[in-house]
């Protein structure tokens, strides 16, 4: 079954608004990573946070872990309509990584 | 600093014919990995390579496919007798070398898109 599972599976908001969605997995990990798909592109990677670590930012994007209840929140800060895309989380254990279905993600001007 | 390039970027095969999928590394990686995506799916691990070695093949279906990462060039995915199955996006991803190779970002590839007719 697959490690990562992001949730909600679509999520539309109006320009300026944050993004919130959330990630859960089954088990041990060595780091989580966040990535962006455009519809039809290649994977476009936004963070990577370690196991050891519960909050890392990158410009308007801020992500949490949650090791213990194996859970991860990926928040946008102050949508652009260039945030449009699929969000992938992927939990990586040794150096598979594993990737949810993702949730797509509609910023509307 | 060039990234990770895969061609073609579309390929079109018919049934039972083969496919073959390039993967050229981040200048200085070492490590390639193939992930196969199936519509409105997550990416799906299939093989991870270093130079002349198959690391660990384990999502890999047992017939047909195969990867390869030679001392030069880049790396390939063959697939052989294609059905529509096969039909899915395969990207390629790339991290350097190092010990504990699972603290590394993955950089992918923009993907070859397979589709069999």
């Known amino acids: 079954s697959q490690q990562g599972e992001e949730d909600p599976q679509a999520l539309s908001i109006q320009e300026g608004e944050n993004a919130t969605m959330n990630c859960s997995y089954k088990?041990?990990?060595?780091?989580l990573q966040w990535y962006r798909q455009n519809s039809g592109r290649g994977l476009v990677h936004l963070i990577l946070?370690?196991?050891?670590?519960r909050e890392k930012h990158s410009g308007r994007l801020r992500v949490t872990l949650d090791t213990s209840k194996k859970s991860s929140s990926l928040l946008i800060t102050a949508s652009r309509a260039a945030d449009t895309a699929s969000y992938f989380c992927?939990?990586?254990?040794?150096?598979?990584?594993?990737f949810g279905a993702g949730t797509t993600v509609t910023v509307r001007a | 600093n060039a990234g990770v390039m895969q061609n073609p970027r579309h390929l079109v095969r018919r049934r039972g014919q083969e496919a073959r999928l390039r993967c050229s590394p981040m200048?200085?990686?070492?490590?390639v990995y193939w992930y196969r995506q199936l519509p409105e799916e997550g990416l799906k691990f299939m093989v991870y390579?270093?130079?002349?070695?198959?690391?660990?093949e384990s999502g890999m279906p047992k017939e047909r496919f195969s990867a390869e990462f030679p001392k030069e060039g880049p790396s390939i995915l063959r697939i052989q007798q294609v059905v529509r199955g096969d039909s899915a996006a395969y990207f390629c991803?790339?991290?350097?070398?190092?010990?504990?190779?699972?603290?590394?970002?993955?950089?992918f590839g923009p993907g070859t898109r397979l589709t069999v007719t």
């Open positions: 991803a790339s991290s350097p070398p190092g010990r504990r190779t699972g603290y590394y970002e993955q950089y």
């Open positions: 088990t041990s990990i060595n780091n």
């Open positions: 946070i370690r196991s050891n670590e």
């Open positions: 992927a939990t990586a254990r040794d150096y598979k990584l594993s």
């Open positions: 200048k200085g990686h070492s490590h």
């Open positions: 390579l270093q130079k002349e070695n198959i690391i660990d």
